[in-house]
Each structure stands twice: as structure tokens, then as C-alpha cells.
């Protein structure tokens, strides 16, 4: 079956400019997560949704972040007024209430 | 506060040589357990998990991981390392099936 999908991969943006980044999940995941990983960083935890409860915003960095999920399905992580220490990999990834998470390949933002 | 900690951030192996890369976790509460796995320029992936059963659980590429509920450990080992095996490893935690945690990471280079 299909997996956790990203689009785009490389988005490169001028500073002070919004992007948005979109994640599919894999179907009838309940749970999805949005990281941000800086070169040769790790995984720094940014929201956590789960089925139709609040999100857990408590690792959005500042207010330029924003995450949604439509429909228990796709999310998009906006970031408003974008700076270059914005630039990282964004990483999207989904599970069921008791399994793995499955990661998506990524979207690589550079802001110039 | 749930934390997962892996102490060592770099571990520098030869090739051959038997390799354990350390986690910990901070709480005795029900946990699922994951190591991920993120080659050079990649996405990550699997590893191995540990959800119930048998403590001690073998993954891929010949790794395998023995979760100590005492200790509140999960680490990771491997007998004999190949130069291939040089990636960033991720220990991941779900605590009552809750969101994941992941420590900050390990890079393990392998020489030849």
C-alpha cells in the first residue's frame, strides 16, 4: 500500500515569505507528527495530532508555526514570515494507536 | 516529564567489532519501544520494536535490542559491525500509547 507522502520535496523560499508543506498519511492512521530535522541534527519534535483530540503544539517553535489536519486525513504545516534558520528538513510521519510510526521522505526547505 | 535519553552521540567502531548503542527511558509506565535508523542523505526507517513478548527482539541487518523494564533500557547491539552499518540511530519511546519520543541520536561510523 501506499505511504506517507510529502509534497513538495525542496522548496526553496525567499525570507519573510509563508510556505506551506502538505503530508498525506498513510490511510486510517489516527495519529501524525510533523519534525523538523536541521543538518546533521536530530529529530526535533514540532505538533502531534491524534484522531479528533487537540493537537500538542507544545514543540511548535514560535507563532510563524501552524499545523492543521482536514478531516483526520492530510495536514499542512504553514510557516508564516519564513527566516533561514527555518531551513531544515520538515519530516511527516503517521501510526496507528499501537504501532510504529511510518515516515514520510521529507520536504527540504531552504530559505535564501 | 517523559524523556528518552541516548548518551552517546558519536560512537567510532572498526569494522568487525561488536557495537551497543545505549537508551533510556524515564519512566516504568507501558511503553512501546523503536529504533529507527537514517543512512547518510535518507529517510528513516525501522529497525526493530519491542511491544510485548519476548524481551529480547531482532530487527534487521542483524541488530537486535533487549528492553530491561527494571533498568529502564533498550539498547541496542550488533556482534560484528560492517562499514554499511554507518547511519544515525534513533531510540523512540511510546509511553501509554501516546505520542513517540525519540532521544537525540546516535552516529555510529564504522572503519574500516
Known amino acids: 500500500g501506499a505511504g506517507v507522502s510529502q509534497s513538495p520535496s525542496n522548496k526553496v523560499t525567499e525570507k519573510g515569505k509563508d510556505v506551506e508543506l502538505r503530508c498525506d498519511p498513510i490511510?486510517?492512521?489516527?495519529?501524525l507528527y510533523w519534525y523538523r530535522q536541521s543538518l546533521g541534527q536530530g529529530l526535533e519534535f514540532l505538533i502531534y495530532f491524534q484522531g479528533n483530540s487537540a493537537p500538542d503544539k507544545s514543540g511548535l517553535p514560535s507563532d510563524r508555526f501552524s499545523a492543521e489536519r482536514t478531516g483526520g486525513s492530510v495536514s499542512t504545516l504553514t510557516i508564516q514570515r519564513t527566516q533561514q534558520e527555518d531551513s531544515a528538513v520538515y519530516l511527516c510521519?503517521?501510526?496507528?494507536?499501537?504501532?510504529?510510526?511510518?515516515f514520510g521522505p521529507g520536504t527540504r526547505l531552504t530559505v535564501t | 516529564a517523559q524523556s528518552v535519553t541516548q548518551l552517546d552521540s558519536q560512537v567510532p567502531v572498526f569494522e568487525e567489532a561488536p557495537v551497543e548503542l545505549r537508551c533510556n527511558y524515564s519512566?516504568?509506565?507501558?511503553?512501546?519501544l523503536f529504533w529507527y535508523v537514517q543512512y547518510p542523505n535518507q529517510g528513516l526507517q525501522l529497525l526493530l520494536k519491542y511491544l510485548s513478548g519476548s524481551t529480547l527482539v531482532k530487527g534487521i541487518n542483524g541488530f537486535e535490542a533487549e528492553f530491561n523494564k527494571s533498568q529502564t533500557s533498550f539498547h541496542l547491539r550488533k556482534p560484528s559491525v560492517h562499514i554499511s552499518d554507518t547511519a544515525e540511530y534513533f531510540c523512540?519511546?511510546?509511553?501509554?500509547?501516546?505520542?513517540?519520543?525519540f532521544g537525540s541520536g546516535t552516529k555510529l561510523n564504522v572503519k574500516p
Open positions: 510521519a503517521s501510526s496507528l494507536a499501537t504501532d510504529e510510526q511510518y
Open positions: 523512540a519511546v511510546r509511553f501509554n500509547f501516546n505520542k513517540f519520543y
Open positions: 519512566s516504568s509506565v507501558s511503553v512501546y
Open positions: 490511510s486510517g492512521h489516527t495519529a
